[in-house]
């Protein structure tokens, strides 16, 4: 039987899969624990996708002409750029039904916003999203996206399991949208990940009936 938990995308890495380029993994027991019981967790490393390996040589993001491109650190002149599209793209095409995701922070592939941006020097200039973040960000605009970095307490990881379960329950959605005065999704969900913790421990509260 298909299981009725609210279905969440996350970087492999994060559940324990050594996906990462040097062969390691960036586990999160709180994520792996605490999050699996509630959610239904489907892990996906955009590298790997793209069909990168392990190990393989680390890259970095670099803001060009053309736009943003993922470069190697040592190898300068590597560029896996459209192997990383590719393997975005298909992702997308494959149409997952999706009610939040999670994502590995600093990665020039997953992070959200908090990735190095880096200039044709190879100097850090600024942050911004990876290629893989940012896809998942502008195709599911309507759905709870968090970096790990974020789930840095047990109560924000309670706070997301009920964003994502409000977004897989249109009803309690639309619901909590008029109670908050809110005109869309990305409002409601930006709003109550953003609530301080007695707040949020209201919502949580509320939408568990106790
Ligand atoms: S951060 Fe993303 S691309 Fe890097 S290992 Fe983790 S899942 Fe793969």
């Not at 990383?84 to 916003?113: D, E, V």
């Not at 759905?143 to 997301?160: A, K, N």
């Amino acid at each position: 039987m298909a299981s009725k938990k609210p279905k969440v995308g996350v970087s492999a890495c994060l559940t324990g899969d050594k996906v990462r380029y040097d062969g390691g993994d960036k586990h999160q027991p709180l994520i792996t624990t605490l999050l699996s019981e509630q959610l239904e967790l489907l892990p996906f490393c955009p590298e790997m996708a793209a069909g990168l390996g392990v190990p393989r040589p680390p890259v970095q993001l670099v803001a060009s002409d053309g736009g943003l491109q993922a470069l190697g650190v040592e190898q300068k002149e590597l560029d896996v750029t459209s192997a990383l599209q590719n393997a975005c793209n298909q992702y997308i095409a494959a149409k997952s039904k999706l009610h939040g995701f999670i994502l590995k922070s600093r990665s020039p592939s997953c992070g959200l916003g908090s990735t190095p941006l880096h200039n044709d020097n190879r100097i850090a200039i600024d942050t911004s999203s990876g290629l893989f973040a940012a896809t998942i960000r502008s195709h599911y605009p309507n759905i709870p996206i968090v970096e790990e970095s974020w789930l840095d307490t047990d109560w924000r990881g309670r706070l997301f399991i009920t964003c994502c379960q409000i977004s897989s329950n249109k009803q309690a959605k639309a619901g909590l949208k008029f109670a908050m005065g809110k005109t869309n999704d990305q409002e409601l969900f930006s709003t109550l990940l953003s609530l301080p913790q007695q707040s949020a421990e209201k919502i949580i509260m509320r939408f568990n009936g106790c």
